[in-house]
């Protein structure tokens, strides 16, 4: 709890800290252009609980219901928590994303580019979006086409939507690298700074090529003991 106002030690926390500190000096970068987006699903609350205790902030989730069963209560304990959408969304689920979440890392389509619209019109509320692209072109992965990047952000800003850079999940089981490195051409072709990329296999790979978003499970939270997307 926070009666004391003092933060705890968190050794994973700390080690990824360092880690995100060294890579960044390594590419010329400041620690603080790089956000650690905790990815807790599949967590309890009581799991999160150490990581709030120790100061963070901000969380990923990867499903609409799985975030709006945990968080409201921890985000009533912890007011400045930031909550990031990282999974794929449907657009039934657009009125719940856009009532909680902070950021949404996982727009990839025209349908759900205007459920977010027209919801975050509604809502007044305006979490910023990354587009993601489907980097590694793999028929099963969400993510628009790479040819296609230009004319969604277009899409998004006709929809009134804040866009906050590209986000991709490279292939499984190849080397990240020449897929971050196109992702962060893409920004740069597209005059966008944020990009979302790397996991906690290869986060200090993608802070090398640009990073400003990376989403980390495993490394903070030990192995996930179900499988999931
Ligand atoms: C689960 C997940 C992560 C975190 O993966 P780890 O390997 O546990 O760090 C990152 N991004 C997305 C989109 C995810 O679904």
């Known amino acids: ?16 800290g360092r880690k995100i500190a060294k890579s960044a000096k390594i590419a010329g970068r400041k620690a603080d252009e790089v956000a650690l987006v905790a990815v807790s699903k599949t967590r309890s609350s009581d799991e999160i609980r150490p990581l709030l205790e120790s100061g963070h902030r901000v969380f990923g989730e990867n499903r609409v219901q799985e975030a709006a069963e945990k968080w409201p209560a921890l985000k009533a304990e912890y007011p ?19 009532a909680l979440f902070d950021y949404i890392h996982s727009v990839d389509r025209m349908s759900l580019v205007k459920a977010l619209g027209k919801e975050m019109d509604h809502q007044d509320r305006h979490p910023p979006c ?29 929809a009134g939507i804040k866009v906050a850079g590209l986000m991709a999940v490279p292939p499984e089981g190849t080397n990240a690298m020449p897929y971050f490195a196109l992702l962060a051409k893409l920004a740069r072709d ?18 090398k090529l640009g990073a ?6 495993t490394a903070l939270f030990g192995p996930r003991e179900t499988s999931e997307s």
Request: hydrophobic share 40%.
């Open 80 to 98: 400045d928590v930031e909550l990031h959408m990282i999974g794929q969304l449907q657009s039934n689920k657009a009125a719940e994303a856009v």
């Open 212 to 217: 400003t978003h990376i989403r980390v499970g």
């Open 190 to 207: 597209n005059g966008l700074d944020g990009l979302s990329m790397g996991m906690s296999g290869d986060f200090e790979k993608a802070i």
């Open 1 to 16: 709890m926070t009666v004391t106002g003092k933060k705890l030690e968190n050794p994973p926390l700390d080690e990824i």
């Open 130 to 158: 990354f587009l993601q692209v489907n980097i590694g072109e793999e028929s099963q992965k969400g993510g628009c086409e790479i040819a296609a990047v230009p004319q969604m952000l277009q899409h998004l800003r006709d």
